[in-house]
């Protein structure tokens, strides 16, 4: 995994739509940006971000990227002419929750079709905390099957439910998690339990979410601005301003530094950040470029706005 990679909800038109075109554009800077890391899901617009990101990749050489999918949800056909509410596509498919053995083979087979791919190089449980008996019990031994016969590679779990996550940690031993959101410049959830477990079984951490969906992506937060993928609540957008303003008194910005301290702790090994265009994908690379000085880390915590300074 590179340190950077590419989250591919925005493939999946989340929220805004993108053409085939633009979602090509997205891939192709992100691979002229060095990221190599690409996260997806067939939640992510029905399988739409799988078609698209496998389309992108056609061509490059696999050896040089890592791709990776989840579980847990299969699609199933519908006769039906609405929209799907979370993603900009017709509602053609129903997302139906199956984590046992035979629908994790389903999925990961499915997955692979619209990959075009052969092997997933990461395969996660999706999002399981409201079933984490099922993950944990039945999703997990058949990704541990599907590694053994060298379908998958590394296999964990995704979700932004920071309990679920330490007690998979604890009882799996995953190769891999996803921690969406949780550990951000605006709040650090993981940092008590789930990360030191992380570290304690060796698992690495992909940190997702870590604008906590656009709150921390704009220099100057307002009102109007999304916190997971809601309207931010006022105290939010105040606590986001406050430290941008000490981002801006140490010559830096709240993404960049938002991004910088994502990356910080020893367990997380990559950093997943989504764009809905090219210029996107470009600034957030330039942004993971470019470090803030580590005066605005201690400036920080001294100002009761962050719990602890990055590693």
């Not at 301003?241 to 994502?262: K, M, N």
């Not at 470029?289 to 590693?311: F, H, Q, Y």
Request: some cysteine; proline content about 5%; overall charge negative.
């Amino acid at each position: 995994m590179t340190s950077l990679g590419l989250g591919c909800a925005q493939l999946g038109n989340l929220h805004i739509e993108v053409t085939d075109e633009d979602a090509t554009a997205i891939v192709d800077a992100a691979w002229a940006a060095g990221v190599r890391f690409f996260d997806t899901a067939p939640h992510y617009g029905l399988g739409l971000s799988e078609r698209r990101l496998g389309a992108a990749l056609a061509g490059r050489p696999r050896g040089e990227c890592t791709v990776s999918s989840k579980v847990g949800r299969v699609l199933e056909p519908v006769d039906g002419s609405g929209r799907d509410t979370d993603f900009l596509v017709p509602a053609t498919h129903e997302r139906v929750w199956d984590f046992s053995r035979a629908g994790v083979r389903r999925s990961v087979e499915e997955s692979l079709a619209r990959l075009n791919l052969d092997r997933l190089d990461v395969a996660l449980i999706h999002d399981a905390q409201h079933r984490a008996d099922e993950a944990i019990g039945e999703a997990f031994p058949a990704l541990v099957e599907l590694r053994a016969e060298g379908v998958v590679g590394a296999i964990g779990t995704g979700s932004a439910d920071v309990p679920y996550l330490t007690r998979f940690v604890r009882e799996c031993e995953p190769d891999t998690v996803l921690v969406a959101g949780r550990y951000t410049l605006l709040e650090q959830p993981a940092l008590a339990e789930l990360l030191p477990a992380c570290e304690a079984a060796g698992t690495s951490v992909v940190n997702g979410g870590v604008f906590n969906s656009g709150l921390l992506a704009h220099e100057r937060p307002h009102t109007g601005l999304t916190y997971d993928y809601r309207a931010a609540a006022p105290d939010l957008v105040e606590r986001a301003a406050a430290i941008a303003d000490v981002c801006a008194r140490h010559g830096t910005t709240l993404p960049a530094a938002a991004i910088a301290f994502a990356a910080g702790h020893p367990a997380v090994s990559t950093v997943l950040v989504g764009a809905d265009s090219a210029d996107q994908v470009r600034r957030n690379a330039e942004l993971f470029a470019s470090a803030p000085p580590p005066s605005v880390w201690s400036a920080l915590v001294e100002a009761g706005l962050i719990a602890t300074v990055p590693a």
